[in-house]
């Protein structure tokens, strides 16, 4: 079935000699594509003659534009056409927000695995990430992200008690009795209730540093390890944090 839909790289892997496989989360859910010869020519003329595909759409969290055939049947779907849909300006340029795709696309490899679609979802991570491309105070951004994203994944923490001593990491719910393993309290707890209340669009009110914004991270990868099978520790966390001491 040919379909037009909008779609959000996650990975790329050369696969053989010339050809790539293509990790999307797209308007109809996760798909993955095979792109033949790509690496036969610097382009590869599609069955269109208005385009041509070329490599570098395929970097983490480009936003793009597709005409692809999708078989619905479990194996590889491909691309017919590719064009940018939003061409990022600051994050192409800037090695901490480069930093952050690179970070983000693998938490979203890891975390994105239903095919089905969700409408909702893909509208909050390109939003979310035309709000990065456009805004300098995003030190903070991928903490913010994380944690509004475990909300449109059905995870996301109850917070009538936030008054409560403890947050229960496994339960998702903060608590006066204190969990036997996987909790947070003291001043851990404070920073972390520092997240919630905070949007994009009021991030300059969290206070951070390099040292707490570690701490803050690490209890958002923990609890995402908690609630989705098979969650890993990104590759690039390290990358990430060497960026921001």
Not at 136 to 152: D, E, G, Q, R, V
Not at 159 to 181: A, C, R, V
């Amino acid at each position: 079935m040919i379909v037009k839909t909008k779609a959000i790289v996650l990975t790329s892997i050369k696969y053989g000699d010339t050809d790539l496989i293509v990790k999307c989360y797209t308007e109809e859910g996760l798909k993955t594509y095979l792109i033949k010869r790509i690496f036969k020519s610097k382009t590869k003329r599609t069955s269109s003659t208005s385009g041509k595909i070329n490599i570098a759409y395929f970097q983490p969290l480009t936003l793009l534009n597709l005409t692809a055939n999708h078989n619905n049947k479990g194996n590889l779907n491909s691309i017919r056409e590719v064009s940018i849909s939003y061409l990022y300006q600051s994050v192409a340029t800037d090695i901490l927000k480069q930093s952050v795709a690179l970070f983000l696309a693998e938490v979203l490899s890891f975390t994105l695995k239903e095919e089905e679609k969700n409408e909702i979802l893909f509208q909050y991570i390109e939003t979310s990430l035309i709000w990065l491309d456009n805004h300098s105070n995003t030190a903070n951004f991928h903490l913010l992200f994380l944690l509004h994203l475990s909300k449109y994944l059905g995870f996301y923490p109850e917070t009538k008690d936030l008054n409560y001593h403890y947050f229960d990491l496994s339960e998702g719910i903060f608590t006066n009795n204190k969990p036997l393993t996987d909790y947070v309290t003291g001043d851990k707890l404070i920073l972390y209730k520092s997240l919630f209340g905070i949007n994009f669009d009021t991030i300059e009110q969290l206070r951070l540093n390099a040292k707490t914004r570690i701490i803050l991270l690490e209890i958002l990868l923990n609890y995402y390890k908690l609630h989705i099978p098979g969650f890993k520790t990104p590759r690039s966390l390290n990358v990430l944090k060497n960026v921001f001491e």
